[in-house]
């Protein structure tokens, strides 16, 4: 069976400092976190370990047409014109980039399963493990948990290359989702 490791929401919008969320407290935790750097070496050895790697990241279309209206999270994506998949603002942050041989996939909910093709793509890996990194922990990680567990993989959540908007967030996060995975520091983990 084969290992995955997937990055979720590892874009500019919400990583890099001139992205739409580059000056709020999800990039300052991202940034005193060091979770940009944490993730790219994880990814690196990844690869190295011969794992595949894979990337889910929310992206609306320049319409908004998947975007809900009432929606207290994505609303304000379309009044704002942020998590546009096209832009540079929707794509994966140049120090985690995807490759050659890793998967990409655009997401419009919370979720990474919600009307994706993730889970097939998953299937036809083999993958029985994933390991799991990305922007926020109290958002598209503990819904990944939840239902990748459902699913029957085995989670793994890199705690360190993960950031909510506070820490009182990021751990209750943690806490929940430790329920469903096993809970990794990426500075002491081995990809066998």
């Avoid at 096209?86 to 990409?104: I, K, Y």
């Avoid at 909510?164 to 995975?181: C, E, G, Q, T």
């Amino acid at each position: 069976m084969a290992s995955v490791l997937l990055l979720l929401d590892t874009i500019n919008d919400l990583l890099h400092p001139d992205g739409a969320f580059g000056k709020s407290a999800v990039a300052e935790q991202v940034k005193a976190r060091g979770v940009v750097l944490r993730t790219a070496s994880l990814v690196a050895r990844a690869r190295e370990a011969g794992v595949h790697v894979g990337y889910v990241r929310i992206g609306f279309s320049e319409d908004y047409k998947e975007a809900p209206p009432w929606s207290p999270i994505f609303s304000p994506a379309r009044e704002e014109r942020f998590f546009r998949a096209a832009s540079w603002g929707g794509q994966v942050h140049d120090a985690l980039r995807p490759q050659a041989g890793d998967f990409e996939i655009v997401k419009h909910r919370v979720s990474p399963f919600y009307a994706t093709t993730l889970d097939l793509v998953l299937r036809q890996l083999g993958t029985s493990d994933l390991y799991i990194a990305g922007v926020s922990t109290n958002g598209v990680i503990a819904s990944a948990v939840k239902e990748a567990h459902d699913r029957d993989y085995r989670c793994h959540v890199f705690e360190d290359a993960c950031a909510a908007a506070n820490m009182a967030n990021h751990d209750a996060a943690i806490l929940i989702s430790s329920r469903y995975a096993e809970i990794l520091n990426s500075e002491t983990f081995t990809f066998v």
